[in-house]
């Protein structure tokens, strides 16, 4: 499966019926449980990059932040039956490209072990032994 990556502007992302077909695809429910507010952050971030493969929504990856000191890449979805071709790559490079000045990209994922080797691959360093710094988050209700 060739899929075309694309950067979205406010006026083509993609519908929100199609956003949350997506995120159900990959389990992620605390953003389908409320759709709106998924809706919301999808038109609030920096930059929104998608994925399809003849007219259907494969990927979506979305960057929030300044875009002049930090980039915070929020979210990256490769749909089950499109994985494993360099689709989440592609998306992550195409979130990033126009903030190859910006000193921080961050990101927070779950521990699968799958992810950190991804991640990795793509110039990101767990912060730790290697990488001097701490790292915190706060999660909302």
Known sequence: MTATVIACTASDLPAPTEAVALYD???WSAYTDHPETLWEGLAGSLRVVIARHEGRLVGLARVV???AT???LQDVLVHPDARREG???RLVQEAF?????????????????GQKV?????GFS???AAVPG???VRFGS
């Open 126 to 128: 767990q912060f730790g």
């Open 25 to 27: 695809a990959v389990g």
């Open 65 to 67: 932040g300044d875009g």
């Open 70 to 72: 930090i980039c915070y």
């Open 118 to 122: 991804f991640y990795e691959s793509l």
């Open 97 to 113: 490209a126009p903030y190859g000045d910006v000193r921080q990209h961050v990101l927070i994922t779950d521990e699968e072990p």
């Open 87 to 89: 689709l989440g790559g």
């Open 134 to 136: 701490r790292a915190f």
